[in-house]
RNA sequence: GGCCCUAUCGUCUAACGGUUAGGACGCCAGGUUCUCAUCCUGGAAAUCCGGGUUCGAUUCCCGGUAGGGUCACCA
């Protein structure tokens, strides 16, 4: 059991706008956005930005498009630049009691002469953390800390404790580098007189050398991964087994069922490598289930506009290939490179190759790859145009491939049609391109061999 | 270095103190129509080390080792 406070649930995602939504933090976003909704609680968008030389709009877009992206919608939202007067008033309470002070510093250059100080108890601080247990750390370390540069500009750990409690904020679901800030928190919290949240500290997501993810180690933007072609859904699905696992053997998670299963207790203690083979293959599993209308618009949108340009180009065509392309590509960026690197052209032109290379393994005779071409045409030409498909063709053919040796015949066929060492099976080709290109390109296949 | 945290196949992970330590990705082999891809079947692959507690430790305790986080008038 979870808890019996279900109605009252309120959770936060709190960046900073100092950079671009990195796949971390779009975990932690969307672990809070799961136990929110789990619960039919709140989900709260924070932005901390009270460093103001180093948060930017540009960053703060990013978040919100990326935090869209993935579909996690708030249900309420704020900007502590826009909170001052509410930070101001409760230092200036932590004074009046004595809790704070207004410190003399010893000034130094671009430092300012006064500072507020936290009157730290000097306590042993214990809190209970749902993925880790208890934490007990003695604060008589961290001395009078600084929560505040003045009345106008807090720091960022009294910042999140007025926000919390002001934002009525019950779950603080964060990355593990937020462990060390927690005893502050907590003393703070108490100071104010706020009730204490249950936090619960994810472990870091890491690069595959196990040290931190950054830059260095590829993309670690949201955005990168978006336009690299990858799915929302399945970026989330990925996430989402990063870390945590529902407890049973099922890989490919939609939303909803996130939703419904998620369950803090069954968080992993340890950091986790992003590993972006699972990545791709989860993102496949997304791709084959795509409708052919949805991904027939997503590949039209991609393609190199050279193809549409080629002879034999056409849209049903394109469409026929679909299941093709999604059968040798992860993402939608696969197909896209596959199809500028030329991958793909055979299916709109006549492709061009050296008669040599139609003739299958050993074989040397010119005359005798002629005529298994020849025999195949003579077979194919029988069929209606209706019976030209790929089941139909190899139905024609088969009887005569497996006679003559199938690599025999099947090789030089789909050679011709091709012009690639490496393809899919010649039924396949020939149903998409039709009869009358099937017989055109055989022709031509024979004509080299036999001049 | 101080403090805090973590430790099951290469990776993500499962396993009321009793299992041939399970699954998935990746890898290897075989098969499914010639090549490629998909798909199917099979395979190799792990409890960090040392002590305890216990009839019995992956599991509980202690120590070690390794890794990570954090030590701002950043967040």
Request: negative net charge; proline residues 5%; glycine residues 8%.
């Amino acid at each position: 059991m979870e808890s019996n406070h279900t109605s009252s649930v309120v959770t936060r995602f709190a960046p900073s706008p100092t950079g671009v939504l990195h796949v971390g933090s779009a975990r932690t976003a969307l672990f809070n956005f799961l136990y929110a909704r789990k619960h039919g609680g709140k989900f709260i968008l924070r932005i901390e930005d009270t460093d103001k030389e180093r948060s930017t709009t540009e960053y703060e877009s990013n978040i919100l498009e990326g935090l869209r992206w993935l579909g996690f919608t708030h249900d309420e939202f704020a900007r502590q630049s826009e909170r001052g007067a509410i930070y101001k008033k409760q230092l200036e309470a932590l004074i009046a009691s004595g809790a704070a002070y207004v410190s003399a510093e010893e000034g130094g250059e671009g430092k300012r002469t006064e500072v507020i100080r936290f009157k730290n108890p000097g306590k042993l601080v214990t809190f209970r953390d749902e993925v880790r247990g208890d934490i007990s750390v003695d604060t008589t370390e961290l001395g009078d800390f600084v929560i505040a540069k003045d009345l106008d500009t807090p720091l960022y750990n009294f910042a999140v404790v007025v926000d919390d409690a002001d934002m009525g904020v019950t779950h603080v679901i964060r990355g593990d580098d937020g462990i060390a800030n927690t005893p502050r928190q907590v003393l703070i919290g108490e100071a104010l007189g706020a009730p204490r949240p249950i936090y619960a500290h994810l472990p870091l997501i890491l690069a595959p050398d196990r040290s931190k993810l950054s830059k260095r180690h590829g993309a670690v933007a949201l955005t990168e991964y978006r336009d690299l072609g990858y799915f929302p859904d399945a970026i989330v699905n990925f996430l989402a087994l990063l870390g945590w696992n529902p407890g049973d053997e099922r890989e490919i998670f939609s939303i909803d069922e996130l939703t419904e299963l998620f369950d803090l207790s069954k968080i992993q203690k340890g950091g986790a490598i992003f590993n972006t083979e699972k990545l791709n293959w989860i993102n496949r599993q997304y791709l084959q289930k795509l409708s052919p209308g949805v991904l027939f618009e997503d590949v039209f949108a991609i393609i190199p506009p050279r193809l549409k340009l080629m002879p034999q180009w056409n849209e049903e065509r394109l469409r026929s290939m679909l299941p093709i392309m999604i059968e040798r590509a992860h993402t939608l960026h696969e197909i896209k490179v596959a199809c500028d690197n030329g991958e793909y052209d055979y299916f709109f032109a006549l492709p061009g190759y050296v008669a040599e290379s139609l003739l299958w393994k050993d074989e040397r005779d010119h005359a005798k790859t002629a005529m298994r071409l020849e025999t195949v045409a003579d077979a194919l030409e029988r069929l209606t145009p209706n019976e030209f498909t790929a089941p139909g063709v190899k139905g024609a053919i088969w009887g005569f491939a497996e006679k003559e040796g199938r690599g025999a015949v099947l090789w030089p066929l789909r050679y011709a049609l091709s012009g690639k060492e490496r393809s899919p099976d010649p039924f396949i080709i020939a149903g998409v391109i039709g009869k009358s290109e099937t017989l055109e390109r055989i022709a031509h296949a024979v004509r080299a061999l036999t001049t």
